[in-house]
């Protein structure tokens, strides 16, 4: 029935035909496979385009199920024809994803397209007990794989780029001169259908520096410039937007660094009270600072910044101006769902998804329109304890896009 539902959204058909088209594939298709010797008569038959018409219509958790239906299926949709297909009729839309450390366990996304929650899984990655998720971009997810020796785990996990629609995963070579690592991202590359991972650390003379992984070269490259020294990273939070590296520090502020120009420089944040907890997050091409402010352990208010950039690549070029605040009732039911003060904050979009500690409920910001929105309950399988564990982010499906 779900399924019906976030097709006859995509579809615009009444909910007969479309439970007629989900009900004779999902359900009739191995008696159609059996009766004709293993030909699929029905839909054998079917022109290649409608085929990938109807396939593309359908929703993503159905590419999954319907790539063991036989290997023409399975052929069609992994091709990069049927990619571009399924992102010029809404199915490349972003979502929000909401994942589990274990792999094993599905983890949810939500898409502002059908206005559906779905479930996908990386079960297809082979040995794997848990991951950490540190980031997406182009329909791939950054993973870090920790490694355990004789019950150890070692102070380098390793580092990969998954992309779940294909059900393809790499592990990128060992990160050169870093002894530990600060924060990492991925990022469009330069190259058409080629990507980037960004990773800021330390060396062991403890000089920050930042290294690029480029999948067109398949190979790590030193970051032009320097980086400021005893720079720390809060909570590993980086990305780049607009040619600029941000990442938000423990003390000094906002760290810009224009890659191309090898400049870097510190932008004061927007207030001075040390009851503000920052989260800095990216939405569309803008960057967002969002605060919570804490009073005796209760969570009262939310404000959220926008950096403008007016010109030049130093602090000189950047402003701050307040966009909007959470209001006190939404506030107030954001903390009922909360077992602390921490909440997750996460662009997709021109959206701001917010998130409490240990709950499933997300409330959505429109920074275009300023309106605030509950998302759906998610038909969520996991237990409650393990809410503790989720991790939030934006995705933007991709199944053409190579690892």
């Known amino acids: 029935m ?19 088209v989900t009900e004779s594939i999902d359900i009739r298709m191995a008696a159609d496979l059996e009766n004709s010797g293993g030909d699929g008569s029905i839909w054998s038959q079917l022109p290649q385009h409608l085929l990938e018409y109807l396939l593309a219509r359908l929703p993503l958790d159905c590419s ?9 299926w399975n052929d069609v949709l992994s091709s990069k024809q049927f990619g571009r297909l399924w992102a010029e009729l809404g199915g490349g839309q972003p979502c929000l994803i909401l994942c589990m450390p274990n ?25 794997i007990s848990r991951v950490n998720y540190r980031g997406s971009a182009t329909g791939l997810l ?9 019950t150890f ?3 380098f996990p390793r580092v990969c780029v998954c992309n779940p629609l294909s059900q393809t995963c790499f592990a990128l070579p060992q990160i050169l001169s870093v002894s530990s690592v600060m924060g990492k991202t991925i990022v469009v590359g330069d190259d058409p259908g080629s990507y980037e991972v960004l990773v800021v650390g330390k060396t062991r003379d403890d000089a920050v520096i930042a290294q690029v992984y480029k999948s067109s070269t398949k190979s790590w490259e030193k970051i032009r410039g320097s980086l400021p020294q005893g720079l720390v990273i809060r909570n590993g939070e980086m990305f780049v937007r607009n040619g600029f590296l941000f990442c938000l520090t423990v003390r000094e502020g906002i760290m810009g660094y224009h890659i191309r120009e090898g400049m870097s420089f510190i932008i004061d944040v927007p207030y001075n009270s040390p009851n503000i907890w920052p989260r800095l997050v990216a939405c569309e091409s803008s960057v967002l600072l969002v605060g919570g402010i804490e009073e005796n352990h209760l969570l009262t208010e939310v404000i959220m910044w926008e950096l403008l950039h007016k010109d030049g690549i130093d602090h000189h070029g950047f402003s701050w101006k307040e966009i909007g605040r959470m209001p006190e009732y939404v506030c107030r039911q954001f903390r009922r769902d909360s077992c602390s003060t921490w909440f997750e904050c996460v662009g997709v979009g021109n959206n701001l998804c917010f998130r409490a500690y240990g709950s499933l409920q997300v409330v959505v910001y429109s920074v275009t329109q300023g309106r605030w929105d509950w998302l759906p309950n998610c038909p969520a ?5 393990k809410h503790l564990h989720l991790k939030s982010l934006a995705f933007k499906a991709r199944p053409e896009m190579n690892v």
């Open 2 to 20: 779900a399924i019906c539902q976030s097709a006859k959204r995509r579809l615009n058909l009444p909910s007969s035909q479309i439970c007629s």
């Open 142 to 150: 950054l993973l870090d794989i920790p490694i355990y020796t004789n």
């Open 64 to 72: 999954f199920r319907f790539r063991c239906v036989c290997k023409c």
């Open 381 to 385: 399988a996991h237990q409650q304890r």
């Open 103 to 127: 792999p094993r366990m599905p983890f949810l996304f939500y898409s502002f397209f059908s206005g559906t929650w779905q479930t996908l899984s990386l079960s297809f990655m082979p040995d």
């Open 153 to 155: 785990r070692t102070s």
